[in-house]
Every structure is written in structure tokens, then in C-alpha cells.
């Protein structure tokens, strides 16, 4: 179980495997990366930086985003990097720092009712 000083609930990662990553999909939104989450990433996946950018990066005002796909099942949008058939994310070993720290995100550090219902790794305390 982790657990970070200021949120009132901890979390399993084993449930990750259950969930069916449900944080890597639904609204449209962001999923933002630095240039050297970038770079990392890129060389994981044997592409050049430049390349890797024009096709998986898009520049939200002085930062960067991956970029998103919608679900083949009409049902929203996912993370470019979402399997859909796995349910699983192809670069989890080098997925953002925005991933890494989910659900400990600021929106969730008082109020985590919605969070409750998108992540059942999610357990108060």
C-alpha cells in the first residue's frame, strides 16, 4: 500500500492489474510530459526525439501532452499509449510523472469522491 502525507487514503497498486485503466481513459484531457520524460521515452521505444514528437506530442501552451486517441468502442478517449485489448499501458516502465503520482494528485488531497469511483485502489483511512 502506498501512502502520501496530506491525503486521507492509500493506495493498492496490485488493483492495477483489475482495473482495467480506467486513469488512462475517459474525458479528454492531458497527460503531460517533460522533455526528458520524452526523451526517455522515445529511446524505450527505439525512435529518434523529433520523430517520437511529431507523431506522439502535442504542445499545450508552454508545456507538452501526449496525445490522445478515441476508443475504438466510441466509449471516450485514451492515452495514445493505452492497449485497448490488454487494458494495459505499453510504456508503463517509462510512463510520465503525471502517471506515476496517480491518484496522489492535488484534486484528490481533500475531496476524493470522484476518485473513489474511477480507481479501485483507492482506500480511505
Not at 511529431?54 to 502535442?58: A, G, Q, S, V
Not at 485489448?85 to 494495459?88: E, I, L, N, S, V
Given at each position: 500500500m502506498l501512502e502520501i502525507s496530506g491525503f486521507n487514503f492509500t493506495f493498492d497498486e496490485k488493483k492495477c492489474l483489475e482495473c482495467g485503466g480506467k486513469?488512462?481513459?475517459?474525458?479528454r484531457g492531458y497527460i503531460?510530459?517533460?522533455?526528458?520524460?520524452i526523451k526517455q521515452i522515445a529511446e524505450f521505444m527505439?525512435?529518434?526525439?523529433?520523430s517520437f514528437c511529431?507523431?506522439?506530442?502535442?504542445k499545450v501552451g508552454y508545456r507538452y501532452s501526449l496525445i490522445e486517441k478515441k476508443m475504438q468502442n466510441g466509449m471516450g478517449y485514451?492515452?495514445?499509449f493505452f492497449d485497448e485489448?490488454?487494458?494495459?499501458c505499453k510504456i508503463y516502465q517509462k510512463r510520465p510523472s503525471q502517471c506515476v503520482r496517480f491518484?496522489?494528485?492535488?484534486?484528490?488531497e481533500e475531496d476524493f469522491k470522484d476518485l473513489l469511483k474511477?480507481?479501485?485502489?483507492?482506500?480511505?483511512?
Open positions: 486513469c488512462c481513459i475517459g474525458e503531460f510530459v517533460t522533455p526528458n520524460e527505439n525512435m529518434d526525439f523529433e511529431l507523431r506522439f506530442i502535442k485514451a492515452c495514445v485489448k490488454t487494458k494495459q491518484p496522489f494528485w492535488e484534486d484528490y474511477e480507481c479501485i485502489g483507492v482506500v480511505k483511512k
